[in-house]
Each structure stands twice: as structure tokens, then as C-alpha cells.
């Protein structure tokens, strides 16, 4: 009888286990997400700690960062956020720490001119540092 | 009876990524199909050449999203012989131990998409539900669930420490009796058996004529697993069972790729439980001196092979993917001919087909 | 007047289309909150099935160029038509609004016409998808039915009369006819899981072999029509499996109707419900082969016992 009703049956108590309590569903976005801290989401570039060395933009596989040197002290730092496939070599490969992957997940935008942000810009002697917004 | 001819694809409920068929059906039996491939190629081979090996890493995780940690841990260990790189242990360890897990959750997709796809959606919910557990794991281990970047030439970017092991293995456990109730329901639901029992059958002559790898030549009796044949990370230090049937249909092919998650879990734990201190990477130069490598991996749908070519620059000068999917595309007019209808989309599933990986 | 009044009432309110069309939407949304709860998920907002319907009235309404427009255009208003008139026979509360003797045999009848016009539409609009589909719903049809009137033709026999409200009447003085026809019972259900193509007879419209079965050329209004047809279908098939066999809204217990029979037509609902999680879908050669070698003889069985009791 145990054997009839297994075959004909099996998911029965798996099906009451998750009836009280097994759902899974999130109610994103009226529920917070919690992200582990560790989660390589939105490109954070500190201008502060960026020499303009170029070792992120020579490793970029999508070639989504440039970098436009006008001298020695001048130079910018473009990141483009459309080309950019948040892989995170760029956070490994320099060597002054200035790039983090942080965990936030939503750098989706309405307007298409934020997409191209240009992350550092080391322009006159006053050493004019763009922020991020 | 007049011949109908059904398109399956390159747009079809049945299949995940586009793939065209052309099945040529009398009443309720195929008669002969036609395949066409190549709708997700992106020439990657080609944009191999255009980066640098260091670049690379990353185009080559994207080629597929359900396999990616193995092209990287295949790709990476065809330039770390290049470069005569010893990788520490611990990095080793580190390395199989992703590998492990995406198998367990390549295998768990697999079995939900099987599953919606002969109707029976219940589990196939339960079965992406329990994949979100190794997916979470995934995600605090690497930062990505999908694309992980653990590996970097010459070791892994990754670290782990005692708390988070003991995290990890509870939810192994747990991962463990969850996947143990899908063993059950495919050992004896009824209904499930009668859809994928006889359906799709190879035989291991034909597994051997076609070359075909993975869990579909092992559900047909035929006994490779590069993980045992020709050990690469740290799998000569690990003990497991290559999981093999006899009867070769789609019920076989299911039953091995179940075991084959619990035995990845036992693998799981061997790793964590022995974990060796050290290092996790050793420095590479950029510059490859010139020669060949030839990198074999046991990808979740069988055995990748990658080719690397250097002449002595910073960029490759030819990386060849040979994925295990070609080798299963191969056999499916076979496999669908004189096949029922309604049985067209179980015999696609089977077989555990990653377009994007065969199309490159 | 007042009889032209109360005929409207009947037809248009309750429990005719608007009394149906609430019902309908309600069990929908019912058996999808179900569904998702068993398989971990939250399931639809309350209003989902009327915001299908609204938005599937809204839309574009196309076909084939080859396909035969009319007849397409007509047959939801068949099956619609067919469903709706089944419910005058069928007590809801303590009156059929139109019972008689050998109603059971007209509400058969009626929703037997659903199914033709299903695989008629498959049939017409003349895409491959469709016409596999069509087909499929027929050999379903021939697979299911017979068992499902011999099971049914089981309660009139011991009741003694073939209208629905006897047989229900006869029910709370008695006891109920699932009790004593359990074979009858099981087979009723599986043959309207089987009419109803609910999952696991939900062959015709196999979303992953033949995209949505018959109606896959079906857009806009005719669409929502059809879904409407077959949910008004649902309704009318547990209305009348719990009258045959579970005793309508008849007791002896000093309940209000609307309770009783609300709570044994939700129950089986639920039922339904979990059976549809239960199992894999089957394939059609296989559901042909369970209907005529598994429930087609114990239909004869127990036809024969349900005779041999009522002789004695």
C-alpha cells in the first residue's frame, strides 16, 4: 500500500513543507534586497587615489574605460557605463586601490549622457577634482 | 499519411537558446529532422586575438553563462602551462571547489527545464528553488552569481575562512536533502517515468561513433570523466565515483545527473573539510613565451577542450573551443528520428544542449 | 412582465452570465493562488483575472489569412453559449431554474460541445501548430468522455431519476453518492480533469511541444472569449460533480445553501488543484491508453455493480 501510494504520491510531502513556509519569492521591489558585501555591482572610482597610470584601461576586456592625456598633470578618466560588463579586472589591476566594485545593483538610468561619466579629471595646477555624484 | 513539416525554433517554448530544426512529422512520428546552428555566434574566437591573455579571462567566462567558471579554470590552466606556473594548493582546491558547485547548479537547471518542459512545473520550481541555495553561496564566495571571475592566471581571487566554510557546509546539508527528494521522484513518480523512459535512446556504440562526452555517454554505459582520466586542478588529490547507467534514454541520463549533484556534494565537502593553507596565486608575466597548450575539463555537459596557441606577445595568437555540446548536437537526427511528437521537446532537453557555448 | 422580467434576471444575473462570469474569475484566480502556493511562489493579485480578461478584449484581433474567419468568430460564441445554458439546469442553491427529468443527459450534452468547437477551432485556423493540436483534443476527447458519462450514469441509476436536482435531493436523505460510488467518484474527477485539459491532461495545449494548442491564432477578443468559455467551463463542471456526488446544497443541517455548496465546490476546486501539481504531463498515445485499458473497464464495473444494487 506504502509502495501504491509513493508512486502515485511521491510529492506530497514536499508540497506541504512548502505550503507552510517554503516560499521564496522576494516582493522586490516593495522588499529589500540584501546583497552580500562582497557583490561587484556599480563602478565607484576615487579621484583622489587615481595616478593616471593607465594599467585599468590597458586591461579592460570591453574597453570601457579611457584615458585622455593632454600632459603630465593633465589627464581625464572615462568610464563608459554602457560598454562597461562589471567583470572587475579594473578594481584588480590597480595598484593604488582608487577602483571598487561596491554592491549596489542598480545603476540603471533614464538619461543616456550619465552612461559616459568622466571619473577623474586632473586638469590645472589648483588640481581640480571632479566628484561622483 | 501527408508529411507535415513543424519548425522547432529558432524561437520555440522547447528550447532556452535559438537553434532551428526543421522535422519533417508523419501523424504523430518524426521522420527526419534538419539542424541548423549558429544563431548565437559571436566569433569569439576571433576577439580572442584581440586582447591581451589577461583580458581574456574574461571574454572567455562569458561564452556561456551556465558554465562559465570552467572555460575560465580551462582557458587559465592552458596559459599557466604555457608559462610553466606551478599554482599553489590552496588555489587549486579553490578552484575545483567552484567548479563542484557549478556543476551541482548547471545540473539542478537542467533538471527544472527538463521538467517544465514534459509539464510537470512543480518541479521545476522546487528545483530552481533550490538552486538559489548554491547560487547564494556562489554570490558571497565570488561577488557574481552568474559570472564569478575567481580565476586570474596563476591562481584564484578568492579567499575563504573557518566561519564562512562551516556556513557553507550546513547549507550543503541542506542542498543534500533536498536533492535527495528529486532522487526519489524520478526513482518512482510514475507519470515522469512514462515521459522519459525509452525516449531518446543511444546506444553506447553510437556514443563512441559520434564521440560524444559527458553525462549523455555515460548514461549509455560508456565510462569517460576527464576528472578521473586525466586529473587536472585538485581532483588527484580528491575521491569520488564517476556515476554511470545503462540504459541510455532521457530517465537514464536524469538519474546520472542527479547523482552526479550529490556526489559534487560530497566532493564539496572533501574540499572545504581539507582545504590546504598557503598562497592563493603566483605571479605571471604578461608575455607568453611562444608554444602550444592543450587544457581538458569536465564541464557539467562533458569534456571541454581548449587549444592555446602563443607566439611569444602579450596577446594570443589562437584559442580553439571545442565545448561538449557539439558532440551531443551531433547525435539528435539520430536520436529524433521515429520519435513521437510530444516527445520532440524531452529529447531536446536530454541532452543538456548549451547553444551559446557550441556557437561560440 | 414580471415573467419576462425574472427570465432576464435569470439569465443575465443569476445564476447566468454574471453570476458565472464572478465565479469564473474568482476559481481562476483561486486555482492559481493554490498552484503558486504549492510550488513556493506568491501567485497573482486578486484582480489578475480580470485584468487578463479586460486587457485581451483590448487587443488586436488577427488570423491567418487562410483561415476560415467566420466560423473562427463563432465558435467561442458556441462554446460560451453551451456553458451558459448548462447552468440552467443545474441547481445552485435549492432550484435548478429549468430542471426536468433527463436534464443530467442535456447538461452532458452541452458541455460535450466545448470540446468539439475546440478542436473545430484548431481545425480552422489552419496553422500546423493548431491543426496538431486540434487533433490531439479530439483523440482526448474520445479518451476521457465515455468513462466520464458511465461514471456520471452511475448516481442517476441508484437515484432513480436522470435530473440533476433528484439526484441531489435524493443525496441529503441518503448519503452522499461519493460514499457509495467511490470508483464513480474518482473516475468523474479524472474524466473532468481530462475535459477541462488541466493539468495532467493538459495535452492540447502543451505549451513546449505545439505553442498554445488550438487557439495559438486566436488574439483579442475571440481569445479572451474563449478563456472565459473554458473558465465559465470549470465552474459548470464542479457545480454538477458536486451536485451528482457530493449532494449539492441539499442537508438536513440548518446551514445556509450558499455556505454548503460554496464550501464542497471550493473544496473540490482545491482538489483539482493539487492534483495538477502532483504530476508530469501525459503524453496523448498514453492518455488514450489509460482512458480506454484503466478507466473505460472500471466504468463497465462499476456500471454493472450500480445496476446490480439497484435490481436488488
Not at chain 2, 521522484?185 to 543511444?202: K, P
Not at chain 2, 536520436?335 to 521537446?345: I, K, S, Y
Not at chain 3, 489578475?48 to 489569412?65: S, Y
Not at chain 3, 465546490?265 to 498514453?286: E, P
Request: proline share 5%; glycine share 8%.
Amino acid at each position: 500500500m506504502s509502495r501504491f501510494v509513493k508512486t502515485l504520491a511521491h510529492l506530497l510531502p514536499e508540497l506541504a513543507r512548502t505550503l507552510f513556509g517554503g516560499r521564496v519569492t522576494v516582493r522586490y521591489p516593495f522588499a529589500p534586497l540584501e546583497l552580500p558585501a562582497c557583490f561587484r555591482g556599480k563602478v565607484v572610482i576615487r579621484p583622489e587615489l587615481c595616478a593616471g597610470c593607465g594599467l585599468c584601461v590597458r586591461d579592460c576586456p570591453a574597453f570601457a574605460l579611457e584615458l585622455v592625456r593632454e600632459s603630465r598633470e593633465q589627464f581625464r578618466l572615462i568610464h563608459y557605463h554602457d560598454r562597461c560588463a562589471y567583470c572587475g579586472q579594473c578594481e584588480d589591476s590597480c595598484r593604488h586601490g582608487a577602483i571598487t566594485l561596491v554592491n549596489e545593483f542598480v545603476p540603471a538610468t533614464a538619461q543616456r549622457d550619465t552612461l559616459t561619466r568622466v571619473a577623474v579629471e586632473r586638469g590645472t595646477s589648483t588640481r581640480q577634482n571632479l566628484d561622483e555624484d | 499519411m501527408t508529411r507535415v513539416t513543424i519548425p522547432i525554433g529558432p524561437q520555440h517554448p522547447a528550447l532556452k537558446e535559438p537553434l532551428s530544426f526543421l522535422l519533417t512529422v508523419e501523424g504523430e512520428r518524426v521522420m527526419e529532422s534538419a539542424l541548423r546552428i549558429g544563431y548565437v555566434h559571436r566569433g569569439l574566437e576571433h576577439i580572442f586575438q584581440n586582447r591581451s591573455y589577461v583580458q581574456n579571462v574574461h571574454v572567455v567566462e562569458r561564452i556561456c553563462g551556465i558554465c562559465s567558471h570552467i572555460h575560465t579554470t580551462a582557458y587559465c590552466q592552458g596559459v599557466e602551462a604555457l608559462l610553466e606556473l606551478e599554482v599553489p594548493p590552496r588555489a587549486l582546491y579553490l578552484r575545483t571547489l567552484l567548479c563542484e558547485l557549478e556543476r551541482i547548479h548547471s545540473h539542478l537547471l537542467w533538471l527544472g527545464v527538463l521538467a517544465e518542459h514534459i509539464g510537470f512545473t512543480t518541479i521545476f520550481m522546487y528545483a530552481w528553488r533550490d538552486r538559489e541555495i548554491v547560487l547564494d553561496i556562489m554570490e558571497e564566495l565570488s561577488g557574481g552569481r552568474v559570472a564569478h571571475a575567481v580565476n586570474v592566471i596563476g591562481g584564484v581571487r578568492i579567499d575563504l575562512d573557518q566561519e564562512h566554510i562551516h556556513s557553507i557546509l550546513a547549507r550543503l546539508d541542506e542542498l543534500e536533502r533536498q536533492v535527495e527528494t528529486f532522487l526519489g521522484v524520478i526513482q518512482h513518480e510514475r507519470t515522469l517515468q512514462a515521459r522519459t523512459r525509452g525516449v531518446g535512446h543511444l546506444s553506447a556504440e553510437q556514443v563512441r561513433r559520434y564521440c560524444v562526452v559527458g553525462p549523455v555517454a555515460r548514461a549509455s554505459g560508456v565510462d569517460v570523466d576527464m576528472r578521473r582520466d586525466a586529473p587536472y586542478a585538485a581532483y588527484a588529490w580528491l575521491d569520488f565515483q564517476v556515476i554511470t547507467a545503462e540504459e541510455g534514454d532521457v530517465w537514464a541520463r536524469t538519474m546520472v545527473r542527479v547523482l552526479e549533484s550529490i556526489e559534487s556534494l560530497h566532493i564539496c565537502r572533501q574540499l572545504l573539510n581539507e582545504l590546504p593553507v598557503g598562497s592563493l596565486t603566483v605571479r605571471a608575466s604578461r608575455r607568453v613565451p611562444p608554444g602550444e597548450a592543450v587544457s581538458r575539463c569536465e564541464a557539467p555537459r562533458g569534456e571541454l577542450v581548449y587549444y592555446i596557441r602563443s607566439d611569444g606577445s602579450d596577446r594570443p595568437a589562437r584559442v580553439k573551443v571545442r565545448t561538449p555540446t557539439l558532440t551531443t548536437l551531433i547525435t539528435l537526427p539520430d536520436q529524433l528520428r521515429g520519435v513521437n511528437t510530444a516527445d520532440v521537446p524531452t529529447v531536446l532537453s536530454g541532452v543538456d544542449l548549451c547553444i551559446a557555448c557550441a556557437d561560440r | 412582465m414580471r415573467d419576462l422580467l425574472s427570465a432576464l434576471f435569470t439569465l443575465l444575473i443569476f445564476p447566468g452570465f454574471g453570476f458565472l462570469f464572478v465565479c469564473a474569475l474568482v476559481f481562476q484566480w483561486i486555482d492559481r493562488q493554490v498552484t503558486a502556493r504549492l510550488q513556493g511562489r506568491i501567485g497573482p493579485p486578486w484582480f489578475q483575472p480580470l485584468a487578463d480578461f479586460v486587457k485581451l478584449m483590448a487587443k488586436e484581433d488577427v488570423l491567418p489569412v487562410n483561415a476560415h474567419e467566420r466560423a473562427c468568430a463563432a465558435l467561442p460564441m458556441v462554446s460560451l453559449a453551451a456553458v451558459l445554458t448548462t447552468v440552467l439546469v443545474i441547481p445552485i442553491g435549492r432550484h435548478a431554474p429549468n430542471a426536468f427529468e433527463g436534464d443530467l443527459i442535456v447538461a452532458l450534452f452541452l458541455l460535450s460541445l466545448p470540446a468539439l468547437a475546440y478542436f473545430l477551432a484548431g481545425w480552422l485556423s489552419v496553422s500546423v501548430f493548431s491543426v496538431v493540436g486540434g487533433s490531439r483534443a479530439l483523440l482526448q476527447y474520445f479518451a476521457y468522455e465515455v468513462p466520464f458519462l458511465m461514471a456520471l450514469g452511475g448516481p442517476a441509476i441508484l437515484c432513480g431519476s436522470w435530473s440533476i436536482s433528484r439526484i441531489a435531493v435524493q443525496q441529503s436523505q441518503t448519503v452522499w453518492m461519493m460514499f457509495v460510488q467511490p470508483v464513480g467518484f474518482l473516475l468523474a474527477f479524472v474524466g473532468l480533469i481530462g475535459k477541462l485539459k488541466r493539468s495532467p491532461f493538459d495535452i492540447p495545449k502543451a505549451k513546449s511541444e505545439i505553442g498554445a494548442g488550438p487557439l495559438t491564432e486566436f488574439s483579442g477578443r475571440k481569445l479572451a472569449l474563449w478563456h472565459l468559455s473554458l473558465d465559465m467551463k470549470t465552474v459548470v463542471g464542479i457545480f454538477l460533480l458536486v451536485n451528482v456526488f457530493l449532494g449539492g446544497s441539499f442537508t438536513e443541517l440548518a446551514v445556509p445553501t450558499a455556505l454548503i455548496f460554496g464550501v464542497k465546490a471550493l473544496l473540490t476546486l482545491l482538489a483539482f488543484s493539487v492534483v495538477g501539481v502532483l504530476y508530469a504531463r501525459l503524453r496523448i498515445d498514453q492518455l488514450v491508453s489509460l482512458g480506454w485499458r484503466v478507466l473505460a473497464p472500471l466504468a463497465l464495473v462499476q456500471t454493472l455493480v450500480v445496476i446490480w444494487i439497484g435490481v436488488q
